[in-house]
Structure formats: C-alpha cells, structure tokens
C-alpha cells in the first residue's frame, strides 16, 4: 500500500519524499514482526524514544485516548485500537456503549448515565451510556481514568460515513474530537467515506493503515510544540483506502446529505414507553379522585360540630381526555453527488479518491489563518521522515 501527497499546498519534492518515508516505515513494520523483542531506532532522531519503548524506560509512552460515533463495538475503532498500539502509543478507550454517530454535540444533562469496563486489544476501556461529547468529557475530567492528567492526543473514529461538509454539525463523531479541543486537548477525528453495497470491514482495516502516519505525525508535532492547537482535523478516507491518491489539506464545503423523513405504519411500529396506556390514564383519574374525595371527606369531619351538615358528593369534575393521534415518523439520510465543486473542497477531494484534512476551528474568524498554519504544518511534517518511520 502506497501514500501519496497533493501538492496542492506544497512544493512538488516532497510527494517522492513521503513515499520513501512510508516505504521505511513498512519496512521497519515487517522487521519488528519478524524480531519482537528487539526494537531499533535511528539514532540521528533525538525524539524517536518518545514514540518508541525505551530499553531504560526512562521516556514514557504517549497517551492517546480513543472515541468514536458508532460505539465501542464498531469494527472502525478496533482497528485504529491495533493501528495506535503497534505504534507503541498508551492507548486508552471511551466511547458510547451504542451507535450514536448521528448524536451531534449533544451531552447528557440531570440523568445519570452508567459506564462499564470492555476489552479492546488488552487497553483500558469503557463503554458509556452517552453520546460522544460526554465520553471525551467523562475521560478528561479525571474522574474516570487515575492512570493519566491529560492525555497527548484525542483521536474519534475510525467511523463509518463521511463526515464531510455540514454533516460534520450532525456528527457524533466530529462531536467527540471538538469537545477535546474544548477542553483544551488536540484531537483528530477519522472517518471513512464508506459505500454501501461496495465497502467492506477489511477497508477499515486499510484505513487505519492510511491514517497511521498522520497520528506519528500528530504525536511529534505535539510535543514538540508545533502542531496547530487551535483546531481539530477532520480527516477522511476514500471509500478504497489502499488506492486512494494522497493526502490533502481542504476547506470545507456546504455539501450535505438530503434528510428524508418518511412516515412508518402504527400497525408495525409499537407505541414508545413514555405513551400511557388507556389504563395507566384510568389509574391516574381515579387517584385524583381519591384525593378529592379525601379533601370532601376532611372538609365534612371539620363541619361536623354544626347542626347542619351538609353531605358533599365528589364526581369526576374533568372530562376524560380525547384520544391522542400518534404518528410515527423516520429519518434518513440520503446520499447526493456534488457536482462542479471546488478541488480544494473536502467533498470533491474525498471524491477524486484523496485523504483530506480539513481544519475545524472554534472561531470562523481564523479560519484562513489555521488553514495556512495547517498546510505549513503538514509539509514540515513531510520534511521529517521520522515523523513517520518506526
């Protein structure tokens, strides 16, 4: 498998010289699968012990810690799991207990949520029963995890499902990275641009493969001080990640999927818990009308020392509610090409088959500066090619 880079935001020489960074990365891959217990570094990186164990233990490994939109059992965060460890990183996982990939930025507020401990790869892992933006909360607070303040890195994904344009707003998973980045933590989120009837779960596999350098990458910048710490990157993954053309930094674009509601049968869809059966209704009057009574009867005991005492009938003084009309709805998303789009929009790239990076700030107002800020990042990313080797 082979990575390119666009030149779209850089010169021309530095495409020939990621693909030899890649090429020694795979083949320092396939040397520490052949002799596990031996690890080697180039002595001329003063900064590889950070990304790699140290024989003297002495550099501590980086924390990343792992989230997600389709929940901890999607196939997408297993393998970025396996991708993260084999980098020799301190992985640790929060993600929902189910699929809340279409949550947005939604957090569990005045209910209590329950987390329980699963077992990714051998990690410290925790399935919540929340959206993303509460794991990335819960994590970070420090009351969840003792092993670690704050970790180097948050990275969401791998999802299933363009993240692209305004989808990015419906997104649980651009969710989960952009409350890091609230809290302060840099944070990438990784999608897929999966195809239905086409993509497979081995293309998640490949996926992880394809984004592994720009985690190193990530990982480096960040203690080294460089890597832009007022965005997050959106990055996505052509739906065949093993042929796609490179990476490439991008805007993002006004393209969204059309939202289809389409009405579904009462006969095939049960009546939600929260409706109250004609029973549950009856139940609740006749309490009520047992507290009336209780109120006359009160009322009679007080007037009893008069001589005149009048007997107080109690009936049903509301009339019983009209039957509700209940209709159930369903939601969609449908997918829609984008026609004469800009090449430097994140759809359009995703499309042609790139890796994009697209850059998501806080503020709109910087955008044009963190896009540049991200560009120059990425080519002295490129420049160093231990950024990317093991």
Known sequence: ??????????????????????????????????????????????SCCSLLPSEDKQCPKPVVLVTNGEGIDSPGLTFLVQAL????????????????????????VGETISVSSAQINGTTAFEV??????????????????????????????NRGSSSGINLFYSGAVAGAREALLCGVPSLCISMNWKKDVSCESDMKDAAAVCSPLIYATVKGIQDGVF???????????????????????????????????????????PPANFMSSQQSLGIQLAQLGREASIAGAARRLNSQHK????????????????KTIKFFRLEFLEEQQENADEDLDIRALEDGFVTITPICLSPTVQSEIQTSVSNWIAGAVLSKNQFSL
């Open 228 to 270: 832009p710490n007022s965005c997050l990157l959106n990055i996505e993954i052509p739906w065949c990640p093993s042929t796609n053309k490179g990476f490439k930094v991008t805007k993002q674009s006004q393209w969204r999927s059309s939202l289809s509601w389409k009405a579904v049968p009462t006969k095939k869809h049960p």
């Open 129 to 158: 029963s929340g959206t993303p933006a509460d794991c990335v909360s819960l994590a970070l607070s420090g009351a969840l995890f003792s092993n670690f303040s704050r970790p180097t890195l948050v990275v969401s994904g791998i």
């Open 1 to 46: 498998m082979t990575t390119s880079l666009k030149s779209n935001f850089m010169p021309p020489s530095l495409i020939s010289n990621l693909q030899q960074v890649l090429a020694l990365k795979s083949d320092a891959t396939e040397k520490h699968a052949s002799e596990p217990n031996k690890v080697s570094c180039n002595s001329s990186s003063s």
């Open 308 to 323: 005149n005492v009048e007997i107080e009938s109690v009936g049903v003084a509301r009339k019983m509610s009209s039957q």
């Open 85 to 108: 460890l084999d980098s020799h990183l301190d992985v640790y996982v929060c993600a929902p207990k189910s699929d809340r990939s279409v949550a947005g930025h939604s957090v569990t």
